[in-house]
C-alpha cells in the first residue's frame, strides 16, 4: 500500500462566501457589440483548397485608440520551411504519415473600408498580418476589412489537414490577435500546447461542400441548401472564441437535447457509440451543475483522425481516432468538455498561462468522475499515480540534467522538451487544483470555480482571476500557495 504525502507550504483556515449561480451573462447579451466575421467558404476537392471570402467588422472595444490590427495566419507554420513546428519530432512521422505535405493560406486581396498605411507580414515565417491605419480608429467605432484568399490543407493528421476519415479545419482564417496590456499577442505557433489565444466575436459562416460531405461546425446551422451535388450550410456562432469545423463523408450523427443544448456525436467505425454520447451527455450534465450553465444550443464531439488526443474549440471538439480503450476515449471526451468552460467560456491566454485551462481541464475529469461513480474510476488512484508520475519525471530530469524548472508561468516555447510542458501542465496543473481542494475543502473549491466562471465568462481570465476567486470564498490571502506552485518552489513528493 502507498501513502502519499503532498508538501504544501501553508495551512488555512477559512470562513465562507457566497458564490450563487446568479449574475450570467447570456451569449445574446454578450454578442452585442462584437467584432463579426463573415465567411462564404468554398471547399475544393480536388486540390484540397478553401476559397474564402472574408469580411470582418472590428469593433474597438479597448480603451484605446487603434492604429494598427494584427491577424494570426496560422496555416503559414505548416509551411515546409517554416521556422515554427506544427507538431513534436516524436509525433512527427504520426501526423504526417504519407511524408511531408504542405499547409498555407495565400492572401489575395485586403480590402478596408478605412485608409490604410500599410500591410505587412511579420516573423520569417510571415504568419503574423499587420494592417495600420491612417487614422486610429476611437473606442466604439468599426472598421471593415475584407479579405480573399486561399486556404491549402495539408495531408496531416492535425488540428488542421486532411487525413484517411476526416478534414480537420481548425486555425484555418486571419483571427485577430488579442491586444492585452497595451500590446498585441502574436506568438507564433508551436507544437507543445494549444498555441492560441483570442477575444470572443461573433461568427456567420457558409460552407459550400461536395454534396457527400458531413459537416460538424462551431455554432448552430441556420440553413441547409443541396442542389446539384453541392451542399451549402450556414452557420452562426455569437460570442465564441474561434471558429472550426470537420468534414467526413464517413460520418455517422447521433443526437440528443440535454438541458436545452443539441449534443451531437459525429463518428465513424464506432461501436460505442451510445456510449460516447452518453459521457458527452453526462459531461454536459455534470459541469452545468459543477461550474454553471454552458449557455450555447450546440456542442459537437467529433471522432477525427488527429494526432494527439483531442482538441477544443468553441461548441465542437475532436476526438482522436487513435485513441481505442473505451476508457481512454471517454476521459478524453471529458477533458475536451471541460474546456468548453476552461479556455472556450472563460479565455485564458493558452500560450503564456496553459496550467490555468489544462490543469482545470484535468481537474475536471477528476471531478466528473466523483459525481458519476458509474464510470468505476477511482479518483484517488488518479492523484497518486500522477503524483508518482511527476516526481518520477522530476528525480529523472534532475539526474540527468542537475536541475528542472518546475515553474508553471513559462511561454510554451520556453519548455525545454514536450514531455515537460506535459507534466509542468497537465499534471502539475491537475496536482495544483487538488491540493488547493485538499487546503480550503471541496464545498469552497466548487463555490470558488463558479465565481471564477460567473466573472470571467466570455471575458479573458488570468491567474490572478482565479486567485481573486478563491480569496475571496475563503476570505483570505491565497497569493503565498499559489506562487509556490506557480513559481516552481513547491515540493511534491511521494512517501512509499
Ligand atoms: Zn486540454
Known amino acids: 500500500m502507498k501513502k502519499i504525502l503532498l508538501l504544501i507550504c501553508l495551512i488555512f483556515s477559512c470562513c465562507c462566501v457566497c458564490a450563487c449561480n446568479h449574475g450570467y451573462t447570456s451569449v445574446s447579451e454578450a454578442s452585442k457589440g462584437l467584432s463579426t466575421y463573415k465567411m462564404n467558404i468554398e471547399y475544393l476537392e480536388s486540390s484540397k483548397t478553401l476559397n474564402v471570402l472574408q469580411n470582418l467588422t472590428y469593433v474597438n472595444n479597448e480603451n484605446t485608440q487603434i492604429k494598427e490590427l494584427y491577424f494570426h495566419l496560422y496555416p503559414k507554420s505548416f509551411n515546409l520551411d517554416s521556422e515554427s513546428q506544427v507538431v513534436g519530432i516524436l509525433n512527427k512521422a504520426k501526423a504526417y504519415y504519407n511524408g511531408e505535405s504542405e499547409g498555407d493560406i495565400e492572401i489575395n486581396s485586403i480590402q478596408c473600408s478605412e485608409e490604410t498605411l500599410a500591410m505587412t507580414y511579420v516573423h520569417n515565417d510571415q504568419d503574423i498580418l499587420k494592417i495600420e491605419f491612417n ?102 456562432a455569437k460570442a465564441v472564441r474561434d471558429f472550426a469545423f470537420v468534414l467526413s463523408e464517413k460520418f455517422e450523427v447521433v ?76 476521459n478524453v471526451i471529458i477533458h475536451e468538455i471541460a474546456h468548453q468552460w476552461w479556455y472556450g467560456l472563460v479565455g485564458n491566454n493558452e500560450y503564456q498561462n496553459s496550467w490555468l485551462d489544462e490543469g482545470l481541464a484535468e481537474f475536471s475529469t477528476v471531478l466528473f468522475y466523483e459525481k458519476n461513480p458509474s464510470y468505476n474510476i477511482d479518483t484517488g488512484e488518479i492523484i497518486k499515480n500522477i503524483t508518482k508520475s511527476y516526481t518520477t519525471f522530476v528525480d529523472l530530469y534532475s539526474s540527468v540534467l542537475g536541475e528542472v524548472d518546475t515553474s508553471m508561468n513559462r511561454k510554451l516555447n520556453e519548455y525545454n522538451t514536450e514531455p515537460e510542458y506535459v507534466y509542468i501542465t497537465y499534471v502539475k496543473g491537475n496536482l495544483l487544483f487538488n491540493t488547493l481542494r485538499t487546503t480550503i475543502g471541496q464545498d469552497k473549491l466548487i463555490k470558488a470555480l463558479k465565481l471564477y466562471f460567473r466573472d470571467n465568462m466570455f471575458k479573458i481570465a488570468t491567474p490572478e482571476d482565479l486567485i481573486f476567486a478563491v480569496e475571496k470564498v475563503c476570505g483570505m490571502d491565497m497569493q503565498e500557495f499559489f506562487n509556490s506552485w506557480i513559481l516552481g518552489k513547491v515540493k511534491i513528493l511521494e512517501n512509499i
Request: aromatic fraction near 16%; glycine fraction near 6%.
Open 135 to 236: 487614422d486610429p480608429i476611437e473606442p466604439l467605432d468599426s472598421v471593415d476589412l475584407s479579405f480573399e484568399y486561399v486556404v491549402t490543407l495539408p495531408n496531416c493528421n492535425h488540428r488542421f489537414g486532411y487525413g484517411e476519415n476526416t478534414i480537420n479545419v481548425g486555425n484555418f482564417y486571419p483571427i485577430l490577435a488579442v491586444y492585452d496590456n497595451g500590446e498585441y499577442m502574436i506568438d507564433s505557433y508551436h507544437s507543445n500546447g494549444d498555441p492560441f489565444y483570442s477575444d470572443v466575436a461573433n461568427y456567420e459562416v457558409e460552407i459550400n461542400v461536395p454534396e457527400k460531405y458531413v459537416i460538424a461546425a462551431t455554432g448552430y446551422e441556420e440553413e441547409v441548401q443541396q442542389n446539384e451535388g453541392v451542399k451549402i450550410v450556414r452557420y452562426a
Open 255 to 330: 443526437s440528443a437535447n440535454i438541458e436545452g443544448v443539441d449534443v451531437k456525436y459525429y463518428y465513424y467505425d464506432d461501436p460505442n457509440f451510445e456510449s460516447n454520447l452518453q459521457t458527452s451527455i453526462d459531461s454536459l450534465v455534470t459541469f452545468n451543475e459543477l461550474f454553471g450553465e454552458y449557455p450555447y444550443s450546440t456542442l459537437s464531439v467529433v471522432k477525427a483522425n488527429f494526432v494527439h488526443g483531442g482538441m477544443e474549440y468553441p461548441n465542437l471538439v475532436y476526438i482522436s481516432d487513435e485513441v481505442n480503450n473505451l476508457e481512454d476515449y471517454a
